[in-house]
């Protein structure tokens, strides 16, 4: 087939308050080439601050989630172009997983088939992980004599345990969805004929609660890792404080009544009512 154009790399499509976007070279098994990089961070920048997006969904076309970075345009063709090349191609490639780790609203990777090396990065990006029970994980990069680097080898220290994110970096040796979930690289494995469905009973439980909550939430989680117990504390204090102040009190307030004084709802079981609100 003709080359894709940079925009055709990503595809994306926002249904029902949920931004299904997907890595968009399946016949290349969606590695990532500076195009995909570059128009992937257009997508994100885009969807980020839209009113009709509340959750963003990360998927692949075809048979892949992403094989990782693209061995010919990302790799091969700027490394003859030289440092500064090389340079800008990473700062393409880690802008986004940046962007993916500190997005304003919750993010889901639905992976469905293979996931390689440098994929890791979205992976570790998107706040919950689901994936096909037959998705195949796997750092290869130790199979063709570099070191699993972009982040990856972080994610896998971050995500696993010690002894299997060692034996999983330094062999190359791949995964299947349900050894990832096993190992902690993802939230959860599915049969493939069930992974959209449930992708989306999850994006649409996400819809359901307070989006301002929900970044505070989840902002709090990646901040914490390297924080100390008081430190951490401190920090959940103020960041509380400032959601109280762009709506988090009304919220709460709202919330606390359904459940003391109406008695509509519990908290334990299920989402308050936030259609409620009064400002
Ligand atoms: N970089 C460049 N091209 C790739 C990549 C990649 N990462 N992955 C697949 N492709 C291309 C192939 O070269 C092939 O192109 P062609 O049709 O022009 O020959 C096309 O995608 C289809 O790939 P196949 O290998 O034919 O597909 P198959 O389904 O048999 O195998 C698999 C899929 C296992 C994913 C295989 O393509 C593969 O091993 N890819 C490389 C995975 C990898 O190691 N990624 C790099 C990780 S390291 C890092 O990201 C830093």
Redesign the pocket.
């Known amino acids: 087939m003709a080359e894709r154009s940079e925009e055709d790399t990503v595809s994306f499509d926002v249904m029902g308050g949920i931004a299904w976007v997907s890595f968009n ?1 399946p ?7 500076p195009k995909l990089n570059r128009q992937m961070l257009r997508v994100l920048e885009q969807l980020e601050f839209r009113e009709d997006v509340k959750v963003l969904v990360l998927a692949g076309e075809g ?2 989630w ?10 091969r063709e700027t490394e003859e172009q030289g440092l500064w090349a090389i340079r800008k191609s990473q700062r393409e490639s880690y802008g986004w997983f940046e962007r993916l780790r500190w997005y304003e609203k919750p993010t889901i990777a639905m992976i469905n088939g ?1 996931c ?5 990065g979205p992976l570790f990006g998107c706040d919950i992980a689901i994936a096909s029970e037959d998705a ?1 994980f ?4 130790i ?2 004599g ?1 070191l ?3 982040g ?1 080898s972080k994610v896998v220290q971050e995500l696993m345990p010690f002894r299997k994110a060692m034996y999983h970096a330094m062999m190359g040796e791949n995964l299947t969805g349900k050894q990832a979930e096993e190992q902690g690289l993802v939230t959860e494995a599915v049969p493939a004929s069930q992974l959209k469905a449930r992708v989306t009973e999850i994006a649409e439980a996400l819809k359901k609660k307070d989006g301002n909550a929900l970044r505070a939430t989840k902002w709090a989680v990646r901040r914490m890792v390297d924080m100390t117990y008081d430190n951490a504390l401190d920090y959940q204090i103020r960041a509380q404080e400032a959601l109280h102040s762009f709506g988090g009190a009304a919220a709460r307030k709202e919330a606390t009544r359904q459940f003391l004084d109406e008695k509509s709802f519990k908290p334990g079981l299920g989402t308050f009512d936030a259609s409620k609100i009064k400002d």
Do not use: H, V
């Open positions: 070279r016949e290349k098994r969606n590695c990532m080439s048979d892949a992403t094989a990782g970075m693209d061995l010919q345009e990302y790799f293979w390689f090396g440098g994929g890791y195949t796997g750092l290869s990069e199979n063709w570099i699993p680097g972009g990856a």
